[in-house]
Nanobody
C-alpha cells in the first residue's frame, strides 16, 4: 500500500527556515510529478512548488527566490527548503504525487499534511 509521509513542519520566527520532507513508501515503479501544496485557514489549497521526475521545477510567485524544491528519485522523496519565512506562509503543507505507478496502476496520492507556523 502506497503512502506519503511528511515531516519537518513546526513553529519558526519570521525570517527563519524550515525543511519539509515527504517520502513515498510501498512498491513504487515511478512517480511523474511530486509537489507541495498548502492550505491556510479559510483559503483554498494552492500549489507551492512542484518537480518532475526529470528535475524541472515550478514555483508559486509568492515563494520564488525563498523556497527550493528537490527530489531524490531513488528514495521516492521530495524536499522543500523554505527560507526567509513570512507569517503569510503559515499553513498546512501537503505533499502530492502525480501519476504514481504502483501495483494499483496510475493514481495520485496526498500526504496527511504538516503544519507550518511562522510567527511575526
Amino acid at each position: 500500500q502506497v503512502q506519503l509521509v511528511e515531516s519537518g513542519g513546526g513553529l519558526v520566527e519570521a525570517g527563519g527556515s524550515l525543511r519539509l520532507s515527504c517520502a513515498a513508501s510501498g512498491t513504487i515503479f515511478s512517480i511523474n510529478v511530486m509537489g507541495w501544496y498548502r492550505q491556510a485557514p479559510g483559503k483554498q489549497r494552492e500549489l507551492v512548488a512542484s518537480i518532475t521526475n526529470g528535475g524541472t521545477t515550478n514555483y508559486a510567485d509568492s515563494v520564488k527566490g525563498r523556497f527550493t524544491i528537490s527530489r531524490d528519485n531513488a528514495k521516492n522523496t521530495v524536499y522543500l527548503q523554505m527560507n526567509s519565512l513570512k507569517p503569510e506562509d503559515t499553513a498546512v503543507y501537503y505533499c502530492h504525487a502525480d501519476r504514481l505507478r504502483s501495483w494499483s496502476g496510475f493514481r495520485d496520492y496526498w500526504g496527511q499534511g504538516t503544519q507550518v507556523t511562522v510567527s511575526s
